[in-house]
């Protein structure tokens, strides 16, 4: 049998492992979930390692329907390196990303999505935030960055997300995992 390269990207995506959250995470983004596609109906907060889930046909939280629910990421992003990056969201349905309360992609729009945009992230704490809605059907969201010069892209790292500018400007205490690369 014969898989597309969209496929087996999906398959990959899927089938690799989770980053676990716990309760001593200091970096990382406030995750606020909904249970509306609106970002309306707020039903609890969590601390998230990083974007970068793949839920499938499951829930991300119980409280949580299993379609028509929303999720906000925010916090802040401190890059290890000043300069230009190309921050890429990809997802399964529809996405915003803001860069310090600046619109940067807005694919607020149901089915696989995928989009890049170039910033320039100062090496300095910055306010980042992410929105997703789930229409219906399998459910996943990524945010990935590239420095300009760099190989190839990898999954924002936690370590560089913190869910307030007190840990932004602090030293990282834990780091909650690998990040994986593309290629």
Known sequence: MRYSAFWLFVLLIVTSTLP???DDVVNGLKAELFGDQELKQLV???IDPNVDWHWAYIRP????????FSIRWSGYI???VKGAYKLTLMGDDGFRLYIDGRPVIN???GGFVS???TVELTGKPQKITV???EYDGGAWITLWWQPLGADRPAIVPGEVLFPDEENANAKVKKNPGPARTLG
């Open 107 to 109: 694919e607020w729009r």
């Open 78 to 80: 401190k890059a290890p």
């Open 61 to 68: 939280d119980k409280s949580l329907p299993l379609d028509h």
């Open 20 to 22: 676990a959250v716990g």
């Open 131 to 133: 929105e997703y809605f």
């Open 115 to 117: 989009h890049t945009a």
């Open 44 to 46: 609890t907060t969590r």
